[in-house]
């Protein structure tokens, strides 16, 4: 048998991703966090909406938190696609908290939505080099040159300034070979693939 956590907890700071309890979270406390962790744009607008939030806590202590809503692009299919708008992790988080946390959240978003198809989310290149959507499983898949996939008005000046990249993951029915509609997902034009 091995244990569940590592040995010595380091005191009230985890040492450890693993020791992190993850699960929805009230979407004040997420947005609230939010304005504290997240890096480029502490804001959202959150007038599409949020299908659910969560949080990485310890021992009663939140490490970080994302925030899923309906994808912002309205080309992009609303009833089976979720887009991870904010994903903000706190300065003394455990090193591998975003990755374990993003492959947690896909597999609990896939049984919680079984029509759920694919999760997309929008890296900034001037800031990150999405190491965690690769640890977690997912996938690059175009290049932007930022505020034209996913920039509502209130966001748009922030996110013009760099480009992005949108990462994909797919759950559910489609990581099973089977489309709900049958149909090939779209892709915003004119994007390349990474």
């Given amino acids: 048998m091995h244990p569940l956590f590592q040995a010595g907890e380091g005191g009230s700071t985890p040492t450890s ?9 009230a979407m004040r ?19 599409l909406g949020s299908r659910v939030c969560y949080g990485a806590e310890c021992e009663g202590v939140t ?3 994302a925030i ?3 994808p912002v692009c309205n080309q992009l299919p609303q009833d089976v696609w979720l887009e991870l708008r904010r994903f903000a ?27 759920l198809e694919l999760l997309i989310s929008y890296q900034d290149r001037d800031s990150h080099k999405g190491t ?9 898949v175009a290049v ?13 000046k922030a996110v013009r300034i760099s480009s992005k990249i949108r990462w994909e993951k797919e759950v559910g029915l ?11 997902r779209p892709s915003p034009a004119g994007l390349p693939p990474v």
């Avoid at 988080?93 to 919680?112: C, E, I, V």
């Avoid at 489609?174 to 090939?184: I, P, Q, V």
Wanted: no cysteine; charged share 20%.
């Fill in 17 to 25: 991703a693993l020791q992190l309890h993850f699960g929805p979270i």
């Fill in 29 to 47: 406390d997420a947005v609230r966090l939010n304005r504290l962790w997240h890096s480029r744009l502490p804001s959202i607008d959150l007038r």
């Fill in 63 to 65: 490490y970080a938190i």
């Fill in 68 to 70: 899923w809503t309906h």
């Fill in 89 to 115: 992790i706190a300065y003394d988080a455990p090193k591998n908290t975003a990755s374990r946390m993003l492959g947690w959240m896909a597999r609990d978003l896939a049984r919680r939505l079984p029509r």
């Fill in 132 to 140: 965690i959507y690769r640890a977690a499983g997912w996938f690059p």
């Fill in 144 to 156: 932007g040159g930022g505020g034209g996939w996913n920039a509502s008005r209130t966001t748009r």
């Fill in 174 to 184: 489609a990581r099973h070979g089977d489309s709900a509609n049958g149909e090939a």
